[in-house]
């Protein structure tokens, strides 16, 4: 069924079409995801013997294998890493991170506010 263009929802930030949360090829498929995740690979692998700070803000449980799965392996792969959470959720990290994640429940925007305030 053709839906006027005028319907359809857009951000306000920046005027491009919102779509419904599902698999398409604006989601894990485009040419834009693509060439993104290439440089966070390269970023990676260039320095993962490093000390690198993995911060997942915001993250869910929707999509564990985007972000959290590969943090995850990633935090217990590389010795001189460690992964900081913040989520409105309970969150928590696999055993064989402990000493090396923290787990922040808090609303990101006021967590970076008083980060900010306390630098």
Known sequence: MPVLSELIPRCPVCGWKMVPWV???TFLQGEAWKTAYRRY???VRKNQDKKLLLLELGVGDMTPSVIKLPF???ADKFPETFLV???LAKESSPEQ???RSLAV???LSLFLHELKENM
């Open 72 to 74: 995850w392996n990633m």
């Open 97 to 99: 991170l402990k000493g």
């Open 85 to 87: 959470t913040v989520n």
């Open 41 to 43: 690979e390269n970023f």
């Open 23 to 25: 698999q398409d090829s």
């Open 105 to 107: 429940c808090e609303d």
